[in-house]
């Protein structure tokens, strides 16, 4: 299993945007060609620092054309998506799970 780690900081929302929209590219060819993946998204930082803005721009990104909400008090919001794949002759279905454990303290 690979673990890479990538600090960017970001000053505008529009900078915010830009690479979350450059993930949600990369990702999208990611699992075309990785179609059974699972794959993790940690962010952290203090809040105000743009963790759910920056999910927000990285799940529309991907396709999901609702409301992406702060899961701050649901803890979890599920976002369905539809990816498409060349190779299915179609699109292939997954779903972003948005956490929030930012007020968590232990389990």
């Known amino acids: 299993m690979t673990q890479d780690s990538l600090i960017q900081h970001c000053r505008q929302e529009a900078q915010t945007a830009a690479l979350a929209e ?12 990785n179609p059974c993946s ?8 203090d809040l105000g620092a743009g963790k759910t803005t920056f999910a927000r721009y990285l799940i529309q ?8 909400k702060s899961p701050t008090y649901t803890l979890c919001e599920p976002y369905p998506l539809e990816i498409p794949n ?3 002759a179609g699109s292939m279905s997954i779903t972003a799970h948005h956490f929030d454990l930012y007020r968590m303290r232990d389990p």
């Open 22 to 33: 450059k993930l949600a590219s990369s990702l999208r060819h990611y699992f075309q060609s």
């Open 61 to 68: 990104g991907l396709g999901y054309d609702g409301r992406v």
């Open 38 to 45: 699972h794959l993790n998204i940690s962010l952290e930082g």
């Open 86 to 88: 060349a190779d299915l």
